[in-house]
């Protein structure tokens, strides 16, 4: 301390960020990239390597993520996602990644990039619920918040399924089939089912996904209903009970039009990301 009552101006206290500065590097390095399109193309030329990823709509940056196995696995998994979604068109998706080592991941460098960038007010779709996988059962009676992406841009029924087999099929094999190729959630009932999913069901040509919950719901028995939530659909024999942020039964024939509960736009927390096996 110095005693002549000026301010000491030969010393300083000097505090090293490692973790921002590791959020710098990695920005400079994804931003000196050019945006590829988002297509499956693109990403059959991407290495099965862990990673850090930008995604571009339009050209604005909206949204960072990583990849702690695959890049091409989980940058696939937001193309199929913005693929079976209106509003939306993955024709304005870019993307632009860099491959990083397995055990840097332990750094979490995705959210070093989302620390970087909140600050810049950038990466809208990391406070949406963009990157959320299916929550599960038990939050089907959540009331979706209006800026929410699945508000922003619904699930697609007017999409072909161009893949599925035409002809007679079960229940059984259809239900799998379908799902594997429409591209939200759709989650099912599959044990305790009885002799339901042994309805034989004929499978047109050029069935959207829209005709094929209606001749689905027309095969259930009674207590059944499909149900459209903003991001996923659901099929269960629930005695036709309602959920807020439906907007749309299927029940035997009848197909009805509701208007959901959408609760004021706030904050929304976005899960941890996995990759998928």
């Known amino acids: 301390m110095r005693r002549d009552g000026l301010g000491a101006k030969n010393h300083r206290d000097f505090r090293l960020s490692i973790t921002q500065a590791l959020g710098d590097q990695l920005a400079k390095a994804l931003d000196e990239l050019s945006p590829a399109p988002l297509t499956v193309q693109n990403l059959d030329e991407l290495d099965q390597r862990p990673g850090v990823y930008q995604l571009y709509r339009n050209g604005e940056f909206v949204y960072v993520g990583k990849a702690d196995k695959s890049l091409p696995t989980r940058i696939h998994k937001h193309l199929r996602k913005v693929s079976g979604r209106t509003n939306i068109?993955?024709?304005?998706?870019?993307?632009?990644?860099?491959?990083?080592?397995?055990?840097?991941?332990?750094?979490?460098?995705?959210?070093?990039?989302?620390?970087?960038?909140?600050?810049?007010?950038?990466?809208?779709?990391?406070?949406?619920?963009?990157g959320n996988n299916d929550p599960g059962k038990r939050r089907d009676e959540t009331v979706v918040k209006a800026n929410h992406f699945d508000n922003l841009h619904r699930i697609d029924i007017d999409r072909v399924l161009s893949s599925l087999p035409q002809g007679s099929m079960t229940l059984h094999k259809l239900l799998p089939a379908a799902a594997k190729e429409i591209p939200y959630t759709f989650r099912y009932l599959k044990k305790g089912c009885g002799d339901?999913?042994?309805?034989?069901?004929?499978?047109?040509?050029?069935l959207t996904i829209n005709h094929f919950f209606e001749i689905i719901a027309a095969a259930l028995p009674e207590n059944w209903q499909i149900a459209l939530l903003p991001g996923r659909a659901i099929m269960y024999p629930d005695s036709r009970r309602t959920y807020p942020s439906v907007w749309r039964y299927y029940r035997g024939k009848q197909v009805l039009d509701v208007d959901p509960e959408i609760e004021e736009a706030g904050e929304i927390l976005d899960e941890e990301e996995h990759d998928e096996d």
């Open 89 to 130: 068109s993955l024709s304005e998706m870019t993307f632009t990644c860099l491959y990083v080592a397995e055990d840097f991941s332990a750094l979490a460098p995705e959210k070093l990039l989302i620390k970087h960038y909140s600050k810049q007010g950038q990466i809208p779709w990391n406070n949406n619920g963009f």
């Open 196 to 206: 339901t999913y042994k309805t034989v069901i004929d499978v047109p040509a050029d």
